[in-house]
């Protein structure tokens, strides 16, 4: 039943995680929705197959929940009980350093002994508390801020191969502010990250406010399993194979043309929720003077990225496996950006006996070793990885997956994009954008981003 004041009719154009989680907290509230999916399949960029007894996840192959909505949002999809914990083994990661697989430090004293760093890289990184804060205003390069607050070493053999494990991204390009908010938000409240964090934790503790804790987790079919939920549950009329043919403001609301199996439709709606990749945007069916608009949207990175799942029988690999997985600083000039051991973090990842890689190629410091060829990127992957892990032989079992533009990059300047889209949805009532670009690119963050724009147009 659509409940009083709420917009009666929703057109929500993409069917990705953010635009089916937009669709179902929107048709939940008793809004009429109706999601216009190009594609044969909703899910978009996470896709979890089985082959050979191998789980195979062709985008994300696990979710962070950051956040007590998000997880209560699973709770609301009846998810919970369905709910795989990352391993605790997984805790532990690995960085590779001179062609070492070295354990990343997780504690005070492990971060004293690591031959990660030298001990003026050390020394460097306990000066930190005493590096003034750079204007708040001023919009800094992942690399910019690390170095200037913790040393080169710490960029080079820490934050640069977290950033590639993120958003395939370039350390050198990404934005502090938009990619890492809560770590700018240190330095520009409080002027320093270790005493910031410090100060919030004591703040917490006075207000009694508890922090949620991060839950790294799966379900034992994969991360597909979300979408898939979301697409059988929504209270939505799905249109997959659909091709949206015009998108127009009029007086009475949004007319929205588009063409299915079923033939051509044109009908109107009283909101309208884009939720394709930002390079989609421009492209899409707009009326004239919003087509000007839009191609006046400063464009966003997309780079490629392949992933491979790569099985080998248990023997095959000296390597223990134990941990979430081994990341490459782009300094140690590998050709991959990393590998996640699989079939450690989840159960049921690889048949008995047996081990699953997960292998990731390309990004925005790597582009051109992405390739849309299987046998050119196994044969890549194991070149590089075969001395690092102690492989023995060939793969059992090989399944790849090009992505020609895969992650959005909150580059500095992403402030701009963004203020250009709401400059949008301030001038076209009733518009709004809901996808990967805003809000952070994590499952956890989309989910997020989802439940707060439902909330905004169920508010209006
Ligand atoms: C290789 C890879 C690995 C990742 N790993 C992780 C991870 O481990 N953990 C994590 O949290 N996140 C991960 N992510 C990020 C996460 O998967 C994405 O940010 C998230 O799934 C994006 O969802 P979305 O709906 O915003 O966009 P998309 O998934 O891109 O969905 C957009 C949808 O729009 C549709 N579309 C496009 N054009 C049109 C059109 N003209 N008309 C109608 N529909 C259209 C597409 O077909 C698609 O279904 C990964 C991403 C990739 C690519």
């Known amino acids: 039943m659509n409940q009083p004041g709420n917009p009666r009719s929703i057109a929500v154009i993409g069917g990705g995680l953010s635009g089916l989680a937009a669709a179902w907290r929107l048709g939940h509230a008793g809004a009429a929705v109706t ?4 594609s044969a399949r909703t899910g978009g960029a996470v896709r979890s197959e089985r082959h050979d007894g191998f789980l ?25 009980s369905e709910i795989v914990d990352a391993s605790p083994v997984a805790n532990k990661r690995f960085l590779v350093k001179n062609g070492r697989v070295l354990p990343l430090p997780m504690s005070m004293g492990g971060g004293i002994t690591t031959p990660l760093y030298s001990p003026g890289g050390k020394l460097r990184l306990l000066a930190e508390p005493f590096i003034k804060a750079a204007p708040a205003d001023q919009d800094q390069s992942v690399a910019g801020f690390v170095t200037r607050r913790m040393g080169r070493q710490f960029l080079d053999y820490g934050i640069a191969a977290l950033v590639s494990g993120i958003f395939a ?16 938000n240190l330095e520009a409240r409080y002027g320093s990250l270790i005493g910031g964090a410090i100060k919030l934790r004591k703040e917490r503790k006075r207000s ?31 249109r997959t194979d659909a091709q949206p043919l015009s998108l127009a403001r009029t007086d009475a609301g949004w007319q929205v043309g588009w063409r299915d199996a079923s033939g051509e439709h044109d009908r109107r709606f009283d909101a309208l929720v884009v939720s394709v990749p930002a390079h989609v945007n421009p492209g899409l069916p707009w009326a004239q ?3 000007a608009e839009m191609a006046a949207v400063p464009a966003l990175y997309y780079p490629p990225v392949t992933t491979l799942v790569l099985g080998y029988r248990r023997e095959q690999i000296e390597h223990p496996l134990d941990g979430f997985g081994m990341l490459i600083p782009l300094v140690e000039k590998r050709r991959v950006l990393g590998a996640i051991f699989s079939s450690t973090i989840f159960p049921g ?17 790597m582009p051109d070793c992405a390739t849309p060829g299987e046998s050119g990127a196994v044969s890549l992957a194991t070149g590089q990885l075969t001395d690092l892990l102690g492989i023995h032989g060939e793969p059992v079992f090989t399944s790849a997956t090009h992505w020609p533009l895969a992650i959005p990059q909150y580059n500095v300047g992403h402030g701009d994009f963004l203020a250009s889209l709401e400059g949008l949805e301030k001038r076209w009532e009733g518009l709004h954008f809901c996808a990967n670009y805003r809000g952070g690119p994590g499952l956890s963050d989309c989910l997020d981003s989802a439940r707060a724009i439902a909330n905004r147009i169920l508010q209006r």
């Open 35 to 38: 999601l216009i999916e190009k």
């Open 56 to 80: 195979c996840e062709a985008g994300p192959n696990s979710m962070l929940l950051k956040s007590q909505l998000a997880e209560d949002f699973l709770d609301e999809l009846g998810l919970t």
């Open 169 to 184: 991204g370039d350390p050198e390009k990404l934005s502090i502010r938009y990619a890492f908010p809560k770590v700018w």
């Open 208 to 238: 009694g406010e508890v922090a949620y804790k991060p839950r790294m987790m799966s379900f034992p079919d994969g991360i597909e399993t979300l979408t898939r939920r979301l697409a059988a549950t929504a209270s939505a009329d799905i």
């Open 289 to 291: 003077e919003i087509a």
């Open 349 to 365: 990842r690889a048949p008995d006996g047996h081990v699953a890689l997960m292998i990731f190629i390309g990004g925005a410091t």
